[in-house]
């Protein structure tokens, strides 16, 4: 059973940066993406940045671009989010997810990022 464990969340003020790190364990593919999706309270999931094992590619929204930077350790199965000149609009839980080629996506429990103004 894939499990994935978030960390790195908190308290913020508006220009601040953030660094999330989630520590995946329990699977054994090899070609897979992993990253972020975040929930601000009443608005839908909505994905945030992710990057390829095979290949190193990455994705990021447009809302985060030039801001946010996702990294990878594959020797520790560890993933990044470097969060920097933070806003208000990005406080929500953001939740690590993994998603195989072939099978189910998997969720970490979530970490709350609040940014006041």
């Known amino acids: 059973e894939v499990q994935l464990v978030e960390s790195g969340g908190g308290l913020v003020q508006a220009g601040g940066s953030l660094r999330l790190s989630c520590a995946a364990s329990?699977?054994?593919?090899?070609?897979?993406?992993i990253g972020w999706f975040r929930q601000a309270p009443g608005k839908e999931r909505e994905g945030v940045s992710c990057i390829s094992s095979s290949d190193g590619i990455t994705y990021y929204a447009d809302s985060v671009k030039g801001r946010f930077t996702i990294s990878s350790d594959n020797a520790k199965n560890t993933v990044y989010l470097q969060m920097n000149s933070l806003k208000p609009e990005d406080t929500g839980v953001y939740y690590c997810?993994?998603?195989?080629?072939?099978?189910?996506?998997?969720w970490g429990q979530g970490t709350q990022v609040t940014v006041s103004s």
């Open positions: 329990g699977f054994t593919f090899d070609d897979y993406a």
């Open positions: 997810v993994l998603v195989p080629v072939i099978g189910a996506r998997s």
